[in-house]
């Protein structure tokens, strides 16, 4: 497990790789401006997908992971 400080730089790398920096500025703006349930969002952030297509989805991200980091 790593700690809360590791977890928050991680987070913020990821954001601005995958958003870049100006977006990922703006969506944690976002988050903090309004009141965010992050539980119910998990409840119903996947309800039109099942398990097998977010497994499926979860082992070909994985794996294009790993052919990029060869």
């Known amino acids: 497990m790593i700690t809360d400080t590791e977890l928050k730089i991680k987070g913020i790398d990821s954001l601005v790789r995958s958003l870049g920096e100006v977006d ?3 969506f944690i703006a ?3 401006r309004e009141p965010f349930d992050y539980t119910r969002w998990q409840r119903l ?3 039109d ?4 297509e977010l497994s499926a989805e979860a082992v070909r991200l994985q794996e294009s992971r790993a052919r990029e980091s060869e």
């Open 24 to 26: 990922a500025e703006r």
């Open 30 to 32: 976002l988050m903090m």
């Open 45 to 47: 952030l996947w309800l």
């Open 49 to 52: 997908k099942s398990v097998e």
